[in-house]
């Protein structure tokens, strides 16, 4: 059963996981350190995020804490939202494989 929290502000940043093993794509996307939530949770929002900008780059996204039975919790963003691009590092490449 999903809970029932509110959507917030949260700062965000695209990485190269070190495993794959059970996620999809090569890039995903994380909680920054120091905020509200551990750098290991997953976070499922827009695509775009990891598609059109370089790995290493920090957004702030409306976010809210959820779970799915038997899967942890993770942090929930709607793919139709729109997101602020905080940072983007200089001469990194975007991920062009989809």
């Given at each position: 059963?999903?809970?029932?929290?509110?959507?917030?502000?949260?700062?965000?940043?695209?990485?190269?996981?070190?495993?794959?093993?059970?996620?999809?794509?090569?890039?995903?996307?994380?909680?920054?350190?120091?905020g509200?939530?551990?750098?290991t949770?997953?976070?499922?929002?827009?695509?775009?995020?990891?598609?059109?900008?370089?790995?290493?780059?920090?957004?702030?996204?409306?976010?809210?804490?959820?779970?799915?039975?038997?899967?942890?919790?993770?942090?929930?963003?709607?793919?139709?939202?729109?997101?602020?691009?905080?940072?983007?590092?200089?001469?990194?490449?975007?991920d062009?494989?989809?």
């Open positions: 059963m999903a809970q029932d929290n509110e959507y917030e502000p949260v700062e965000v940043e695209s990485y190269f996981p070190v495993s794959t093993s059970g996620l999809h794509g090569k890039v995903h996307i994380r909680p920054v350190a120091g509200n939530y551990p750098t949770m997953h976070v499922e929002c827009s695509k775009d995020i990891s598609r059109l900008h370089p790995v290493g780059s920090r957004f702030r996204i409306m976010a809210k804490l959820t779970d799915r039975l038997g899967k942890g919790e993770f942090l929930y963003s709607s793919w139709r939202w729109p997101y602020t691009v905080l940072f983007e590092p200089e001469g990194a490449g975007t062009d494989s989809s």
